[in-house]
C-alpha cells in the first residue's frame, strides 16, 4: 500500500514541472479599494514580450507566430478559469463598464518545444511558459496586485512519458487555474484591520 502511495506521489510530482505558478501579490499601500470589493472583472489582451535573442528572421517570426497564438489562448483560459471559481458575478473578455477589475499583462515566453527530442533525450526540446499577470482598476488603471508565473518541462530520463504531458498548453492550463484560485482568495478575503 505504501509503495502505491509512494508512486503515485512520484509521478505526479514528474507531472508538474518545473518553475513556478506564483502567488498573486497586492500592491503594498495600493489604492482604496481591495479586490473583495469588485464583483465584475474584464480579462484584456495579454501583451507578447517574448526579448530573447533569435538566432535569424525565420527564428523569430516563429516565435512572434508561437508567442501570438499563445497571448489570446492564455486570455481565454484565464476567463473561462475565473468564471469556474464563482467568486465574480460577471467575467468577460469584452467591454465591462466600470467599476470593475481588469485582469492583463504579458506572455513572457511561449515555447512548445520538441516533443520528440524531450522523448528521445530528456533533456532537449524543452517546453516552457512564462507570463506576468496585472491586475488593476479598469477605471483607473491603478494595479491592484500581480503574479509572475513560470513553468518548463523537467529533464527527464530517457523515454520517460511524463515528457509527452509537460507541454506548453499543459502549463498555461496550470498558471490560469493558479491565477483563477488566487484571485478567488482575494475575493473572499475579509477586510483589513485598520
Not at 106 to 130: H, I, Q, Y
Not at 141 to 160: C, F, H, M, T, Y
Not at 165 to 173: E, L
Amino acid at each position: 500500500m505504501r509503495l502505491n502511495v509512494l508512486i503515485a506521489l512520484g509521478l505526479t510530482m514528474l507531472l508538474v514541472g518545473c518553475g513556478s505558478l506564483g502567488r498573486l501579490e497586492t500592491k503594498a499601500g495600493g489604492p482604496p479599494g481591495a479586490i473583495r470589493d469588485y464583483d465584475r472583472v474584464i480579462v484584456a489582451d495579454f501583451a507578447a514580450n517574448d526579448t530573447r535573442p533569435a538566432k535569424d528572421d525565420a527564428e523569430q517570426a516563429e516565435r512572434a507566430a508561437q508567442i501570438e497564438l499563445g497571448r489570446k489562448a492564455f486570455s481565454a483560459k484565464l476567463a473561462e478559469e475565473i468564471r469556474a471559481t464563482g467568486a465574480f458575478s460577471e467575467v468577460a473578455q469584452a467591454k465591462l463598464l466600470a467599476p470593475a477589475l481588469q485582469v492583463t499583462g504579458t506572455v513572457d515566453l511561449w515555447e512548445p518545444g520538441n516533443v520528440a527530442a524531450r522523448m528521445l533525450t530528456g533533456f532537449a526540446g524543452k517546453s516552457e511558459f512564462s507570463a506576468t499577470v496585472v491586475v488593476s482598476d479598469l477605471e483607473t488603471g491603478r494595479e491592484l496586485a500581480r503574479q509572475v508565473v513560470d513553468r518548463n518541462s523537467w529533464p527527464l530520463p530517457i523515454g520517460a512519458s511524463t515528457n509527452l504531458v509537460q507541454t506548453v498548453d499543459y502549463f498555461m492550463h496550470q498558471a490560469a487555474r493558479r491565477v483563477a484560485e488566487e484571485l478567488a482568495k482575494a475575493k473572499q478575503a475579509p477586510p483589513e484591520a485598520k
